[in-house]
């Protein structure tokens, strides 16, 4: 990390393939009879954990470089698991796997890592068993899961929060039931899975909240070309906002308006961010150029627009805290359901940086004041990919050394994060 301190970051950049994509990708191909080719995929442990899944169920998965050939003989074809399904880190993977398993109607047990063992299934659970799924969970709540044959129906759904994983585990159990599932989303959350559902060939439709998904169509096998992940590339992007002298271009990066809200923020604030939409059929995709801006305003953002960054408020604190007025983070409780509680891991450890921090139990304000760092500051990643790559930048910024307890977490989603930080470097 030192050789990247008293730099300026300059270049065009393509980071890694969207991993909401990927498993979809990956999962979608399995349950399509024939070859699905999944171009530019994400090579990282998540998506690997949902690869072998696939490949336990009975679809075979080729990886070349920058391109998985997924060959299924279909989904009424595949099995019922020999061992117990590991998933790994990832919340996506156990999640819509659930749903998938238990549409096809086999039994499986799923277990993850520690940050699983702590992550809420109920949300999933009870829809499922709505459907009629047989579902057990450790202290009704967590992993292990164990999934038993059952029939399952369509049901009309109110989510109770907007959650890509818990809608996607629904729509992929609804596949196979005779009728037609409504969800009533709360506020738009990522819909990579109804677009590559319907490219898939099922009969889906989405409108002002409500997505209606008809059972008993076979989906199609379908080639797939996963774009670059904008949850990545807001690492990039804050450097460049943040660091004076920088100024980067990520090119062919997700621009899905369900996904984009960081972008909205930067706007806000005022940065230096230019916007070239390149593609809009299905996943939008684009080029976007972020140069360093002093002055950053401050902003205050709830509702809608949280399920639209909230894998990104990490950084967006480390951002908050460079701007010149207050920023506020309200309606984002579910941060504190992911791989480790976000609320906290952030205030913990941007705490120790000398910013100032008000805590609500579903969000923040950081404080306008000097960010200092003192020379190897001990602090924790927790595991948590989103949390060390945003303690990694911090200390860049400041061009002050710090120690992360563990960094190995940064391959759940960005293998070669500090190469690509690397080649955007140039000497201050
Ligand atoms: O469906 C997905 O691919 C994801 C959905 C989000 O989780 P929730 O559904 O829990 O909001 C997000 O935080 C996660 O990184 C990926
Ligand atoms: C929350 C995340 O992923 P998952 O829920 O799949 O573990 C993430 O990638 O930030």
Known sequence: ???????????????????????????????????????YPLPSEDTHRTLECM??????????????????????????????????????TTRLLTGLIAGLGLTAEMEGDESIAKRPMDRIQRPLAEMGADISL????????????????????????????????????ALYTEGTTVIHEPSPSRNHTEIMLEQFGADISAEDGVIRLKGGNALSASDVTVPGDISSAAFPIVLAVLKPGSSITVENVSLNSTRSGILDV??????????????????????????????LKGFDISGDIIP?????????????????????????????????????????????????????????TVHPGQVSIEENTPVKGYNDHRIIMMLIISSIIS??????????????????????????????
């Open 308 to 364: 639209r960054l909230i894998d990104e408020i990490p950084i967006i604190a480390l951002l908050a805290a460079y701007s010149t007025e207050a920023c506020t983070v309200r309606d984002a409780d579910e941060l504190r359901y992911k791989e480790t509680d976000r609320i906290r891991a952030v205030i913990d450890e941007l705490s120790k940086f000398g910013i100032s921090f008000t805590e609500y139990e579903d969000g923040f």
């Open 55 to 92: 490949r336990a169920l009975g679809a075979e998965v080729e990886q070349k470089q920058g391109e998985w050939v997924v060959t299924s003989p279909g989904a009424a074809q595949l099995h019922a698991p020999a061992k117990t399904l590991y998933t790994g880190n990832s919340g996506t």
């Open 1 to 39: 990390m030192k050789s990247l301190m008293n730099s300026k970051f300059n270049g065009t950049l393509k980071v890694p393939g969207d991993k909401s994509i990927t498993h979809r990708a990956l999962m979608f191909g399995a349950l399509a009879a024939g070859t699905t080719r999944i171009h």
């Open 266 to 295: 930067l706007e806000m604030m005022g940065a230096d961010v230019r916007i070239e939409q390149t593609s809009s059929e299905g996943e939008a995709i684009g080029t976007v150029h972020a140069s360093h801006t002093p002055n």
């Open 138 to 173: 450790k202290d009704e709540k967590y992993p292990p899961i164990i999934i038993r044959p059952a029939r399952l129906s369509p049901i009309s759904y109110t989510m109770p929060m907007a959650s890509a994983q818990v809608k996607s585990a629904i729509l992929l159990a």
């Open 399 to 428: 061009d002050t050394p710090i120690e992360i307890d563990d960094v190995s977490a940064i391959d759940i989603s960005y293998p070669g994060f500090m190469e690509d930080l690397e080649k955007l470097r140039k000497e201050a």
